[in-house]
């Protein structure tokens, strides 16, 4: 099935589940992190499927906001491809490299990105996977059975901020830049691997296959659970393929009215426009 997030007339959101004919049906949950939350949540949309009372949107109709608007941790992993490693000039790495942004950096499928205070906006597509148990000191095979299902992020970069010091986090986690969704298609439907394209202004610029990834998601999820507990409607980036604008020669970054295009196959597209915005001088 396809989970989504949508946002009502009266200013709030609603879970929805894509029906496959260019519509939603919504559901008896705030979003879709709040249904994940719910023990049975798969009967909860079984039921809401079978129900004579629905409230069915159309495709032309929804206004799509972030998947996981109130997800408890967001954790990414950073070089986490071979080619995107090679052309950072690094070396495959022993552990993965993680950093965390917050539920405010998340917005929807199609939203407006707005930038004020950087002028080096880097772009990274990525699959993104969704908890959907509760994991803790889990090894693979039970991080596996946790994930609830696959969706489509890209970890938009600040790059003259990312690289002011060694840690990456003031690069990473500004608000309202990372898009997030259009769905979540669940586990028992996805594939095994995914080919994750990116686009700026209808140019590729990124495609890549999550088989390359040097740390899968049951093995990501697996190693941060040793550390932090991770929740249904959690959320793990699992990195970016090569293609980055600050791996290029010369570097190329994102301009005030850029289009920025992230595709996985079976999932879905987003498609956000950038409105950037010069940046102020900060005495740090």
Request: net charge negative; proline share 6%.
């Amino acid at each position: 099935m396809k989970l989504a997030t949508l946002r009502t007339a009266n200013g709030g959101t609603t879970a929805a589940l894509a029906t496959g004919a260019d519509s939603y049906l919504a559901l008896p949950a705030s979003d879709v992190g709040a249904l994940l939350a719910q023990p049975e949540w798969r009967s909860v949309v079984e039921d809401a499927a079978a129900s004579t009372e629905q409230t069915v949107i159309q495709s032309a109709d929804a206004d799509l906001a972030p998947l996981l608007p109130r997800a408890g941790k967001v954790i990414c992993c950073g070089l986490n491809y071979g080619d995107h490693i090679q052309e950072m000039g690094r070396e495959l790495p022993e552990f993965p490299t993680l950093f965390a942004k917050y539920a405010d950096t998340l917005v929807g499928a199609t939203d407006p990105v707005e930038v004020h205070g950087s002028g080096r906006v880097d772009w990274e597509a990525e699959l993104a996977v969704v908890v959907g148990s509760e994991l803790f000191h889990a090894d693979e095979d039970q991080a596996r059975q946790g994930i609830a299902g696959y969706t489509v992020a890209n970890d938009v970069s600040m790059r003259d901020w990312q690289n002011r010091t060694l840690q990456w986090f003031q690069g990473k986690a500004w608000d309202g830049t990372t898009p997030v969704g259009p769905v979540l298609v669940t586990a028992d439907e996805a594939g095994e691997h995914f080919q994750v394209r990116g686009y700026v202004n209808g140019e590729l610029v990124q495609n890549g296959n999550t088989s390359t990834l040097v740390f899968g998601p049951a093995q990501l999820l697996s190693y941060i659970s040793q550390f932090t507990i991770l929740r249904p409607g959690d959320l793990v980036l699992t990195g970016t393929p090569g293609g980055v604008g600050m791996g290029m020669t010369p570097p190329r970054f994102l301009q005030d009215g850029d289009v920025l295009t992230t595709e996985i196959d079976g999932i879905g597209r987003l498609e956000n426009q950038f409105r950037i915005h010069a940046p102020v001088p900060v005495n740090a």
